[in-house]
Structure formats: structure tokens, C-alpha cells
């Protein structure tokens, strides 16, 4: 049934992130060899002290990648955009480098035990009522972001009559060195919260509770050809997610309310700018439709059926973990 603990040579990419410097450090934690693909310019801050061991490659040219691939039982495959500057960017690196890596993996490793991809439940896209999305609906992601990690999946999944592939979808995910759920604590800090319209629900996850679930996907063989939504347990409405973030910074902020409308007209200023100062820009029009979704929400019951998996954190102490990780290393 499951994989054999220790002892394997495992290969990640997208190690340096924040989600993937968290799995390498359970992956060492059980024992494991891991090998890295890194670039040149990667920043190594959250792997310097560990044991680890490094090849030198990249995913969009597919440089070194038969090096890195050669020798491992299993592959998590973290690499990818989340900030981008269109479509195209998006899906170079999120959705041709997985086939570029699949390609190489199926020529010189195609006994392979595992190949775990690490999606986003944007490829599934938001849904369109209060009933939680599950891994069984059609997708209909609505960003340049979502379409690039639903083809990607497509790609995955056409493997799987050669490789043993298993996709994993998070929600939002947040904890120790994340930098995107971290503005909300950042301006909670400062005494402000922002609320876009009422009673929004969304789904969450820890990031020590994902690294858990996706451990439990890649060692266990019911899950080989499968997709798998991994996030905290139950629903959480923003008025509630806010409430939790303020209990654990100790502060009473204010409630600031926007419009969808109003949002979207700081977001085309904000599109303008980007295109001055040619970055991409976290508020535009896309970023908006994105949050402003009414059910950003998915159904965890397959993984605690099928991998048994029950998110070992739950949801108010994971924010209060990571309020004082925050607070310990100054980012608040």
C-alpha cells in the first residue's frame, strides 16, 4: 500500500518557494535524499542549512533536467508563476515546462514510482454556488493563471498511462515565509482589514497541513491517476477568516468595505502603471474577478476518504502560528 519510508532519492522543483522549502524539510525529516533543481539566481534563504543536494537546470529550456530527473524514486513538481505578465509567461512556465519535464522523466526514468504535481484549485475555478467544487467537476477556471495550471493538469494526466502521476490542488495557502496571505496580516497590523462585498466563502490551507496531504498522495497507490483537493477543514466566510487573523495579532482594526466596481477602476489605473513601469502588478482587473468570487471553495472529502487524511492543523492555531512566525522574524 504505501511506498517505503526513508531512503529515497526524491527530486523537487520549485524548492526554494514557499510551499516547497516547507516539503523539502519533511521530505529530510523522514529520511530522504533530496535533490533540488535550482537556477542560478535562485534565492536559497530558506535552504541554506539544510542537507540538501543541488543541480544546476532549468525548466525552460530543460537544461540539466535529465541529470536531475536520473535517479529519483519520486518527483514533486512545485515550479511555477503565480505573478505574471499575461498568458503567454504563464503558460511557458507553468504548463510547457511540465511537459518538458514529463518528456524527460518518460525518457530516462520511466520506472518512476511517483510524479506529484502540485496544481491550484484556480485550475478548477471558483464555484458557482454554495455547494464545495470536487475533483469530479468540469473545470472552468477564470484566470490566465487557472488556465495555465488546468492545461497543465491536462498534460499530467495524458502521462498516466506511462508514469504514475498524482495532482494536487490547494486552495489559498498560508503560513510561515508566505507572502501573499501575509498583507492581510500585515494591514491588520496596522489597524485596517478590507472586506469586498458580504459573506464571500473561500477554502484554506496551511501550508504544514498541504505538505502533509501531498506526502500522503505520493505514498500511497490508490492515489496514482488521481486529483486531490488538500485543505484545512470546513468553510471559512472572510468576516471570519479577518476575526481570526485579528484574535492572533492582539488588535481591533477597522473594517473597510469596497464595491467590486470601485475595485476594478483602481485595478485599471493600477494595469496602467504596470505597463509603465513593465512589472507585473498584484492588483489588476483579473487579480479583482479573482477575489471577488462569492464561493472560492473546494471539498476535501476525497482525500480523507481515499488517502485517509485528515489535516493534522486546525485553522485558528495555524493562523496563530504563523501571526507569530511573522512577528519573530519582523515582518510585522
Known sequence: LFAKRGEMTIAVTGATGFIGSHLVE???QRGNRVVCLIRKTSNLRWLRNLNLEFVYGDLRNGENL???????????????????RGETEYFAVNTLSTQRLLKVIEKVNPNLQ?????SSAAAAGPSPNSI?????????PITSYGRSKAEAEKIVLSFSSKLPVTIIRPPAVYGPRDRDVYVYFKWTQRGVQVLIGKNRQLSLVFVKNLVQGTLAAAEHSAAIGEIFFITDDGIFTWEYLNELIARALEVRPICLHFSESLLNVMAVFAEAYGKIIRKPILLNREKIRDISQRYWICDNSKARQVLGFIPPHPTAKAIQETADWYRKHGWL
Not at 114 to 118: A, D, E, K, P, S
Not at 132 to 140: K, Q, T
Request: hydrophobic share 55%.
Open 114 to 118: 511517483r510524479f506529484v504535481f502540485l
Open 26 to 28: 519533511a521530505l529530510l
Open 132 to 140: 464545495p467544487v470536487r475533483e469530479s467537476d468540469p473545470v472552468a
Open 66 to 84: 535529465e541529470q536531475f530527473v536520473s535517479e529519483a524514486d519520486q518527483i514533486f513538481h512545485l515550479a511555477g508563476l503565480t505573478k505574471a
